[in-house]
């Protein structure tokens, strides 16, 4: 059964420094999100994006976030100046274009910020 | 933000009997709802899903059950097998198609 992949599994970096978080999609999904859980916290929303853009955005994602879909498959997350606060679990997902197709998630990547 | 609560952080069950799982949400905009499944280390897994026009949906042994007026779902799991402890997330969403989370519910499988 196809699958989203994330990679790193873990990633470690300094308070300050930029980090990009790398996801495969299911390739033929053309919607894909971002979501984030703080330990001990609910999952949260972060972005939708769908045709090259972005198609909505929480509160969470400021200016300090940025996705890409640099090629056919990759879809990344990028964050430029990573805080303490930014430590948690990233989650991708991707879902089918048919109506109340559900999203389908990567085993995510475990931020920890130093 | 409490627009999705699942207010029972776990659920202990007897293998072989049924698990309920319950879901209560305050958007009446949300017109999708998500069951998934989360093993530790694992992303959220797709288990079953109610658009808002149905008020039951079943794949095997898994059950889903909306209840608009009340604003409630529920997940019913029969019989229930050991590889099913896990923790089970509720989701809803509306139109724009972002999902709005539950806190999870904890179920353990008794052998």
């Known amino acids: 059964e196809p699958e989203v992949t994330q990679t790193p599994s873990h990633q470690v970096t300094q308070m300050g420094q930029e980090v990009i978080l790398r996801c495969v999609p299911i390739?033929?999904?053309?919607?894909f999100y971002w979501y984030r859980q703080i330990l001990g916290q609910k999952v949260e929303f972060l972005v939708s994006?769908?045709?090259?853009?972005?198609?909505?955005k929480s509160e969470i994602f400021d200016d300090q976030f940025s996705v890409e879909r640099p090629d056919g498959s990759n879809f990344t997350l990028k964050i430029r100046s990573t805080k303490l606060e930014d430590s948690a679990m990233y989650f991708c997902?991707?879902?089918?274009?048919?109506?109340?197709?559900?999203?389908?998630f990567g085993d995510g990547t475990r931020l920890s910020i130093l | 933000d409490q627009q999705v609560k699942q207010n029972s952080p776990s659920l202990s069950v007897q293998e072989g009997r049924i698990s309920i799982l319950n879901c209560d949400y305050t958007?009446?905009?949300?017109?999708?709802f998500l069951w998934y499944k989360k093993y530790p280390a694992e992303g959220p897994t797709f288990l079953i899903s109610?658009?808002?026009i149905k008020d039951k949906n079943e794949d095997g042994r898994f059950t889903v059950f909306l209840n608009k007026s009340a604003k409630h779902l529920s997940l019913h799991i029969v019989p229930s097998q050991p590889g099913d402890s896990a923790v089970y997330f509720c989701?809803?969403?509306?139109?724009?198609?972002?999902?709005?989370w539950g806190a999870g519910t904890k179920l353990i499988i008794k052998p």
């Open positions: 997902a991707s879902r089918g274009t048919a109506i109340n197709q559900p999203q389908h």
């Open positions: 390739s033929n999904h053309l919607y």
């Open positions: 958007n009446s905009m949300f017109d999708y």
């Open positions: 109610i658009s808002s």
């Open positions: 994006f769908y045709n090259n853009e972005i198609s909505e």
């Open positions: 989701a809803a969403s509306d139109s724009n198609y972002q999902l709005i």
